[in-house]
């Protein structure tokens, strides 16, 4: 499957909606779509990631990288990772000692790295101003 990477704007941040598989081959395509929002001058970013059905470590690589990049601008990243997966099946409860919820959220929390980033439930949450509104626990 193919990843599908598409991108608007939202209360001044940049939304960047993912679709498909995050792996070795499509992740490319998030870090260009990254690097080319910061070299426009747009360093406040949201990822929405509530559509990305697998996520390989190429895939967290790309988001760790776009993490330091947008930090590096002083600009802000902002994870969409809902309560349920991208298939509509919502995950055990046992599945939260790990991350929960989507595959994505679920990759980070077992690599340890889902805490580096800044967590909202949805693309609305995420587009609040006021710092930590909104951000679900590491």
Do not use: K
């Not at 991350?99 to 800044?118: C, I, K, P, Q, T």
């Amino acid at each position: 499957m193919a990843l599908r990477v598409t991108e608007g704007e939202q209360r001044g941040w940049t939304v960047v909606r993912v679709s498909g598989e995050m792996d070795l081959v499509t992740s490319p395509v998030l870090r260009q779509r990254m690097h080319r929002a910061v070299a426009d001058g747009r360093h406040d970013v949201v990822l929405d990631l509530s559509e990305v059905l697998f996520c390989d470590s190429s895939g967290v690589g790309v988001l760790i990288a776009g993490r330091r990049l947008i930090r590096s601008c002083q600009g802000r990243l902002r994870l969409v990772l809902p309560a349920q997966g991208a298939d509509g099946g919502a995950y055990r409860s046992s599945d939260v000692g790990i991350g929960g919820g989507s595959h994505v959220n679920r990759v980070l929390g077992a690599l340890g790295v889902r805490r580096l980033f800044d967590v909202y439930p949805d693309v609305d949450a995420a587009v609040v101003d006021e710092a930590g509104s909104g951000s679900l626990s590491a």
